[in-house]
C-alpha cells in the first residue's frame, strides 16, 4: 500500500476494515489481508463504539508557518 507514516489511512480503508470485521473476520486475519496493525483495528472499533466516528480527525501541527508574517511581501515581489 501507499501509506507513509505520519499519514492517516483513507475512510474507504478504514470502512472497508471495519466492514470485514463487523461482517465476522478475525482481526489478527483483517490486519494481514489489509496490510494494518492489529492495535489499530482495536483502536477503531473502540473510536467507533464510543464517539461514533470513523473518518480521520484533522491532524495539528504545532507548528506554525515559518514565512506566514512575510507572505504578502513575497507575493509582491514574485508578482
Do not use: C, N
Given at each position: ?10 475512510d474507504d480503508l478504514r470502512h472497508r476494515v471495519l466492514a470485514a470485521i463487523d461482517d ?56
Amino acid at each position: 500500500m501507499g501509506w507513509r507514516r505520519g499519514q492517516a489511512y483513507s475512510d474507504d480503508l478504514r470502512h472497508r476494515v471495519l466492514a470485514a470485521i463487523d461482517d465476522g473476520m478475525p482481526a489478527y486475519q483483517t490486519a494481514k489481508v489489509f496490510e494494518v496493525s492489529v492495535s489499530y483495528i482495536y483502536k477503531a472499533l473502540e473510536r467507533r463504539r464510543t464517539a461514533g466516528e470513523v473518518s480521520a480527525r484533522p491532524q495539528r501541527s504545532q507548528f506554525g508557518r515559518k514565512l506566514a508574517p512575510f507572505q504578502d511581501a513575497l507575493r509582491v515581489k514574485l508578482s
